[in-house]
């Protein structure tokens, strides 16, 4: 009856083996320019983009949100800090998401592929949201009286005259995957680790928050927005399973068995 049980478990699919690597980097390079290309698509709608910030702004009002301008008065404190907030925003979006998926990739192949999966959607979904709803960032919006601390302290990836920037989509701010991806990065950490440690990844989407506020470079909307939308992308994918994660190794039998009829220890 055990071996075949054995057998019958031996046969189911080995979710986690580690997908082929030239596929995996022909996917991520993929979803990458087809992230880069869609917000580009977006581009040219300056007015649209300006109008919805006004409505924004003022939602944000009328639910009593907190205001960005209190975030970016605690970095205007300190030079030093708004440097290294810009710094922040310019330097670990990409890289950081980028190495967790390579660690999860060599380390945690099952829950490699469930985040990538999340991610893409996540991605796909807030494509849609650049292209249907574009909005001027709060630096952009004279309503807000909040400084681009980017153009004025450095450094910045963003050209000074947004209509003209042909380098990236200014008026993609809705929803944030600044920090979208930052909090799916630390879910998969959590979800992958087991050390108690691997909590203190919730100080990255934590970090990106006061950042992207800070900045300028969001709205409050932006943040609640994307949470939801990486909520509805971690019900739909479906997470692996605790038998695949934990990643024990296979139980050896008996040592009984082993032995040949009859035989002593």
Sequence with gaps: ??????RSATREPDTTARPPLVRELLLVVGLFLLYKLGRK??????????????HIWDL????????????????????????????????VHFPLTLAFLVWLYWKKPAHYVWS???????????LAGHLLFPLAPPRMLAA????DTGLVYGPTVYGSTPQTDSVSNQ??????????WALMVAIGFIAA?????????????????????????????????????LGIALLIVPRPSARLSRSRPVPRPPLRRLLPHGASR
């Design 193 to 229: 680790g087991r050390h108690r440690a691997r909590w203190l990844w919730l100080l990255h989407p934590a970090t990106t928050l006061l950042v992207i506020v800070g900045t300028a470079n969001h709205y409050w909307m932006d943040v609640l927005v994307v949470s939801a939308l």
């Design 60 to 91: 944000e009002r009328y639910l009593h949100l907190p205001s960005e301008t209190d975030i970016q008065a605690l970095l205007l404190h300190s030079d030093s800090l708004v440097h290294v907030a810009n710094t922040y925003y310019a330097t």
């Design 41 to 54: 698509l977006a581009n040219g709608h300056i007015s649209e983009a300006y109008r919805n910030a006004d």
């Design 144 to 147: 807000t009286h909040l400084m």
């Design 116 to 126: 990538r999966r999340v991610l893409a959607v996540l991605t796909g979904i807030a």
């Design 1 to 6: 009856m055990s071996t075949a049980r054995s």
């Design 171 to 180: 008026f993609a701010a809705m929803p944030s995957l600044h920090f979208g």
